[in-house]
């Protein structure tokens, strides 16, 4: 299955313990595969070089680049589609559904309620972390 995270579930499927953890665990087995796209990339690097996630960085013995590339390592990059402006209230997260139809994803997983709210992308469904794990069961 291929599903396209964004940024909020990654960080925390890499840095905690959890559903999302499951969830990157579940990319590492091969089950799902992540899609991704370059401005997505940007934005999971920027955001872990936060400091705020220094700490968990350094009990899990990794850098930002590291944690970037294992991610990598384990997604596909994909060319975003040319998609309209389409969440007005966040437009960062207009990236997130262009990566997905670019990459023919069939899931998109969040946490972020102005995707959420959307519940499907041009017949992508938006789902929490959660749903997304039961659909792969």
Same mark, same amino acid.
């Given at each position: 299955? @291929?599903?396209? !995270?964004?940024?909020?579930?990654?960080? +925390? /499927?890499?840095?905690?313990?959890?559903? *999302?953890? @499951? $969830?990157?665990?579940? %990319?590492? %087995? /091969?089950?799902?595969?992540?899609?991704? +796209?370059?401005? $997505?990339? %940007?934005?999971? !690097?920027?955001? =872990?070089?936060?400091?705020?996630?220094?700490?968990?960085?350094?009990?899990?013995? $990794? &850098?930002?680049?590291? =944690?970037l590339a294992v991610?990598?390592?384990? %997604?596909?990059?994909?060319?975003?589609?040319?998609? #309209? *402006?389409?969440? #007005?209230?966040?437009?960062?997260?207009?990236?997130?559904? !262009?990566?997905?139809?670019?990459?023919? !994803?069939?899931?998109?997983? +969040?946490?972020?309620?102005?995707?959420?709210?959307?519940? @499907?992308? @041009?017949?992508? *469904?938006?789902? &929490?972390? /959660?749903?997304? $794990?039961?659909?792969?069961?």
């Amino acid at each position: 299955m @291929r599903v396209v !995270a964004d940024t909020n579930t990654l960080v +925390s /499927g890499f840095l905690w313990q959890g559903a *999302p953890r @499951r $969830l990157v665990d579940a %990319a590492q %087995a /091969g089950t799902i595969q992540f899609v991704t +796209s370059a401005p $997505l990339l %940007a934005e999971f !690097a920027r955001v =872990l070089t936060r400091r705020k996630f220094a700490g968990r960085l350094q009990r899990a013995g $990794l &850098t930002a680049e590291q =944690l970037l590339a294992v991610y990598e390592a384990n %997604a596909e990059v994909v060319t975003p589609a040319d998609i #309209p *402006p389409t969440v #007005p209230t966040d437009p960062d997260d207009d990236a997130v559904l !262009a990566a997905a139809l670019g990459g023919q !994803a069939l899931l998109i997983v +969040s946490g972020d309620r102005d995707l959420l709210d959307l519940k @499907r992308f @041009r017949n992508i *469904p938006i789902v &929490t972390v /959660g749903q997304a $794990l039961a659909l792969m069961e």
